[in-house]
């Protein structure tokens, strides 16, 4: 079995200019030297993945969404 994409052409990626090339190299320090944050510990909190990441709540087995 084949998927659709299978039979599709890719095209070569265009060459980075030399500006973009030092724009990527200086995110790459700033993210090696970016500090980890560090979040406040959660008081009474309900557990398990974070509601408003993942757009809905559960409660008691019943996933509520606002």
């Known amino acids: 079995m ?3 994409n299978d039979n599709q052409q890719v095209e070569p ?3 980075l200019t030399p500006a973009a090339r030092r724009a990527l ?3 790459e320090e700033r993210r090696r030297t970016q500090k ?3 979040l ?3 008081r009474g909190g ?3 993945a974070e ?3 993942f757009g809905d709540w559960e409660i008691n087995g019943r996933a509520i969404d606002f």
Do not use: F, L, T, Y
Request: zero cysteines; hydrophobic letters at 20%; proline letters at 14%.
């Open 2 to 4: 084949q998927n659709d």
């Open 13 to 15: 990626r265009k060459p």
């Open 25 to 27: 190299a200086e995110a």
């Open 36 to 38: 980890p944050v560090e």
């Open 40 to 42: 406040a510990e959660e």
């Open 46 to 48: 309900r557990g398990g």
């Open 51 to 53: 509601p408003s990441r």
